[in-house]
């Protein structure tokens, strides 16, 4: 969890990429928390389909103008849109699923 640097990201299929954007203030154990969570999550439910940006805004204060970020740590969706915001530390799963909108109710996305 470094700077700006993106994670590597690929699509498979045409499946869309989430390109995902974590606004944290320096290495604080809830945004070390946070990333730990956000990348559990992908892991399991966007393997292979994703790209997380971690931006420290100890380093880089002005790039919390763009998003609107007024708490940390702040996830942010960026594709798919629309764009969305989670704020804390991800450790509720399901709360985090429902907001990057990967599950509707109780089950995922194409689990029928």
């Not at 700006?4 to 945004?31: H, N």
């Not at 708490?71 to 399901?94: C, H, W, Y």
Request: proline share 6%.
């Amino acid at each position: 969890m470094n700077g700006t640097s993106p994670e590597p990201a690929s699509t498979s299929g045409g499946t869309e990429t989430f390109r995902l954007r974590l606004y944290v203030a320096g290495q604080t154990p809830r945004s070390l928390a946070a990333f730990s969570n956000l990348r559990k999550i992908c892991d399991t439910h966007l393997a292979g389909r994703y790209e997380i940006e971690v931006i420290d805004l100890i380093e880089h204060p002005q790039l919390a103008r763009g998003d609107q970020i007024i708490a940390v740590p702040t996830l942010v969706r960026k594709l798919p849109e629309p764009i969305k915001k989670l704020i804390g530390d991800l450790s509720d799963t399901e709360r985090v699923l429902v907001g990057l909108q990967l599950v509707h109710g109780r089950g995922a996305v194409g689990d029928e």
